[in-house]
């Protein structure tokens, strides 16, 4: 699989697992506490575990997709997207995620378009002064509905005055895959979050990256 790159005009990003790398310390945690005659992976159900707290939509697309009930699963995930809680947690920046956003700022608009609430994404953006690199913050109650639905992403492409076919967008999971190939955009997905590479492709990811940063190489 491979991109069309003269189609790519406008980039969204998700921030938990893309640009956040907070997720991969949740997993160091749990991965301590697991004891290694029980679990062959401890790392591997580590992450799956902190997946179905921190991510409970990405875990339930994946068994909705396994049961055959994917339509009903992404309006049970939605609701769960804006009635949740999202936690305080402390928010770290994947490495080179702010050198790659100089890079390409001015080349690109550029779209965050987060799940999350709209207080924790503008913290998360705040802390490492990510905000100026953005010209559209698209948050779980920005649009109708939010991921998997194609909704976010076809607010943040109207904001950056782009046709959807024409932006990129980059997320860590099944659902950022899934929103935007519902959207019509192209998608890379990064390994550097929660999702793994064959549910990725699964979803449709057209590239797989080991992390975001690594966007720099493909769009020179």
């Not at 990003?13 to 697991?34: E, H, P």
């Not at 009635?83 to 490495?95: A, G, Y």
Request: glycine share 6%; charged share 25%.
């Amino acid at each position: 699989m491979s991109l069309d790159l003269p189609r790519i005009k406008a980039l969204c990003f998700d921030v938990d697992g893309t640009l956040s790398d907070t997720d991969n310390l949740y997993v160091r945690k749990v991965s301590r506490f697991l004891p290694r005659f029980l679990f062959k992976d401890p790392d591997h159900f580590a992450r799956r575990f902190v997946m179905w707290i921190e991510a409970p939509g990405n875990a339930l697309l994946s068994l909705a997709d396994t049961l055959g009930l994917d339509d009903e699963m992404v309006a049970v995930i939605d609701w769960l997207s804006r009635h949740r809680r999202h936690s305080s947690k402390e928010f770290l920046l994947v490495p080179g995620v702010e050198e790659m956003l100089k890079q390409f700022h001015g080349r690109y608009p550029m779209a965050v378009v987060s799940a999350r609430d709209k207080q924790g994404t503008l913290a998360f953006l705040e802390k490492f002064d990510l905000v100026k690199y953005f010209d559209v913050i698209v948050t779980g109650l920005s649009a109708k509905h939010t991921k998997p639905y194609p909704d976010p992403v076809l607010l943040a492409a109207k904001k950056m005055n782009t046709a959807p076919e024409n932006c990129l967008m980059i997320g860590d999971t099944t659902v950022d895959m899934r929103a935007g190939k519902s959207a019509g955009t192209q998608t890379v997905g990064v390994l550097c979050g929660f999702g793994e590479e064959a549910e990725l492709r699964k979803f449709g990811a057209d590239l797989i990256l080991s992390d975001t940063p690594k966007l720099i190489d493909v769009l020179k």
